[in-house]
């Protein structure tokens, strides 16, 4: 009995595409160097083949679609008779913060909103529970010097954080994120009445002065508006990335229009905006409501060239569990709500990923070419 070679695998699997991969990586696997063994074994009727094969990031949405596509490409290497796909997770950095201020930390990214009152901040602790949840080691920023919210909905409002030997702050920890936020160095009902090169200088010390260790993603829970607290954020810790938040309103998107020209400005890459409470659905009759009136954002971000990242509904649950503590990705992990902010979170974190994976390419041409065009977002 002949095996197949490990040659005629390799031919098989280029049919194996990833459709989210730009095309100058290469979408198939084979191309965009995403197989990583490749194991023939003979059987009592014909060749056993295993291969493994990346994933960009933990919860990676191509998955079913690779596993599918593999299995089919390697039935049809002749002399196959049966096949096994396995993966593992490496999540390619951004480049921007491991050679800065931040090694060890993958990606920053900023969540942010033209105005506040939209949900911003119950949007960026949900999402880091959720990636937290996927297996993304991720950490949180609570960057609202001025009015910090992370600490109630974390469940740690009375936590103090504590220094070591060498004056770094260990962040708190709960539901799976590493967090710091003003509100834990401070009293719960203080004021930070600071003029603002004292809320920057404060922001850049929850970076600099905290031991963050390895992490995938840090998510920074952004003030509201376009002040200076993001602008020197952008301009300190370089962001990977920024997600808008909004409400449905037109005059909602107008603010959120003057965030992604602000983003754009401080040249950090937006990569899309999340739609909080489009609507609500009523859990006795089913019936949907436009609370808000009806939603105009996939037409508003069509036309602004934005991605919309997701629509969230007004969950009569969430605010109770922000109270509490138990954001719902952590306290009700099988509710609509919860199932929405996983598939949020792996639609960033496959973004993210892909970044990362282009400013590479870049970075290793510029070492042996010259200066590449600069990366959107660099």
Same mark, same amino acid.
Request: glycine share 10%.
């Given at each position: 009995?002949?095996?197949?070679?490990?040659?005629?695998?390799?031919?098989?699997? %280029?049919?194996?595409?990833?459709? =989210? #991969?730009?095309?100058?990586?290469?979408?198939?696997?084979?191309?965009?160097?995403?197989? %990583? =063994?490749?194991?023939?074994? @003979?059987g009592?009727?014909g060749? /056993?083949v295993?291969v493994?094969?990346?994933?960009?990031?933990?919860?990676?949405?191509?998955?079913?679609?690779?596993r599918?596509?593999?299995?089919?490409?390697?039935? !049809?290497?002749?002399g196959?008779?049966g096949?096994?796909?396995?993966?593992?997770?490496?999540?390619?950095?951004s480049?921007?913060?491991?050679?800065n201020?931040l090694?060890g930390?993958?990606?920053?990214? &900023?969540?942010?909103? &033209?105005?506040?009152?939209?949900g911003?901040?119950?949007?960026?602790? /949900?999402? @880091?529970?959720?990636?937290?949840?996927?297996?993304?080691?991720?950490?949180?920023?609570?960057?609202?010097?001025?009015?910090?919210?992370?600490?109630?909905?974390?469940g740690?409002?009375?936590?103090?954080? *504590?220094?070591?030997?060498?004056?770094?702050i260990?962040?708190?920890?709960?539901?799976?994120?590493?967090?710091?936020? #003003?509100? /834990?160095?401070?009293?719960?009902d203080?004021?930070?009445?600071?003029?603002?090169?004292?809320?920057?200088?404060?922001?850049?010390?929850?970076? =600099?002065?905290?031991?963050?260790?390895?992490?995938?993603?840090?998510? +920074?829970?952004?003030?509201?508006?376009? !002040?200076? +607290?993001?602008?020197?954020?952008?301009?300190?810790?370089?962001?990977?990335g920024?997600?808008?938040?909004?409400?449905?309103?037109?005059?909602?998107?107008?603010?959120?229009? %003057?965030?992604?020209?602000?983003?754009?400005?401080?040249?950090?890459?937006?990569?899309?905006?999340?739609? /909080?409470?489009?609507?609500?659905?009523a859990?006795?009759?089913?019936?949907?409501?436009?609370?808000? &009136?009806?939603?105009?954002?996939?037409?508003?971000?069509? @036309?602004?060239?934005?991605?919309?990242?997701?629509?969230?509904?007004?969950?009569?649950?969430?605010?109770?569990?922000?109270?509490?503590?138990?954001?719902?990705? @952590?306290?009700a992990?099988?509710s609509?709500?919860a199932?929405?902010?996983?598939?949020?979170?792996? +639609? +960033?974190?496959?973004?993210?990923?892909?970044?990362?994976?282009?400013?590479?390419?870049?970075?290793?041409?510029?070492?042996? *070419?010259?200066?590449?065009?600069? #990366?959107? !977002?660099?």
């Amino acid at each position: 009995m002949t095996l197949p070679t490990r040659d005629a695998v390799l031919a098989a699997l %280029r049919a194996v595409v990833d459709q =989210d #991969m730009p095309a100058e990586l290469g979408a198939d696997v084979v191309s965009s160097d995403r197989v %990583r =063994d490749i194991a023939i074994e @003979a059987g009592p009727t014909g060749a /056993n083949v295993g291969v493994t094969l990346t994933l960009l990031c933990p919860g990676d949405p191509a998955e079913a679609s690779l596993r599918a596509q593999a299995e089919a490409a390697l039935r !049809g290497v002749p002399g196959v008779a049966g096949q096994a796909v396995e993966f593992v997770v490496e999540m390619p950095t951004s480049h921007l913060q491991t050679a800065n201020r931040l090694p060890g930390v993958g990606h920053v990214i &900023g969540v942010g909103a &033209g105005k506040g009152g939209v949900g911003k901040s119950t949007v960026a602790v /949900n999402l @880091a529970v959720a990636m937290a949840n996927a297996g993304v080691r991720v950490g949180l920023v609570d960057a609202d010097i001025q009015g910090p919210s992370v600490p109630i909905m974390m469940g740690l409002a009375d936590a103090r954080p *504590f220094a070591d030997d060498e004056r770094k702050i260990a962040p708190l920890l709960n539901h799976g994120v590493r967090f710091v936020s #003003m509100g /834990n160095l401070i009293g719960r009902d203080d004021a930070v009445v600071w003029r603002g090169p004292m809320v920057g200088r404060a922001v850049t010390q929850l970076f =600099d002065d905290v031991r963050w260790g390895e992490l995938d993603v840090l998510l +920074v829970d952004l003030p509201p508006g376009t !002040g200076d +607290v993001v602008l020197t954020l952008a301009q300190t810790f370089p962001l990977a990335g920024a997600i808008v938040v909004s409400t449905p309103q037109d005059v909602a998107f107008a603010d959120v229009t %003057r965030a992604v020209k602000m983003f754009e400005m401080l040249k950090v890459d937006v990569l899309g905006l999340v739609e /909080n409470m489009a609507y609500f659905q009523a859990p006795d009759t089913g019936t949907r409501y436009d609370v808000f &009136g009806p939603g105009r954002m996939t037409a508003h971000c069509q @036309a602004r060239g934005l991605a919309l990242l997701g629509s969230l509904p007004l969950d009569i649950h969430v605010s109770p569990a922000s109270d509490a503590g138990h954001p719902l990705t @952590a306290s009700a992990k099988n509710s609509e709500f919860a199932g929405m902010l996983q598939a949020l979170a792996a +639609v +960033v974190c496959k973004q993210l990923a892909v970044r990362g994976l282009v400013r590479s390419r870049a970075a290793d041409h510029s070492a042996f *070419f010259g200066a590449a065009p600069a #990366m959107p !977002g660099a």
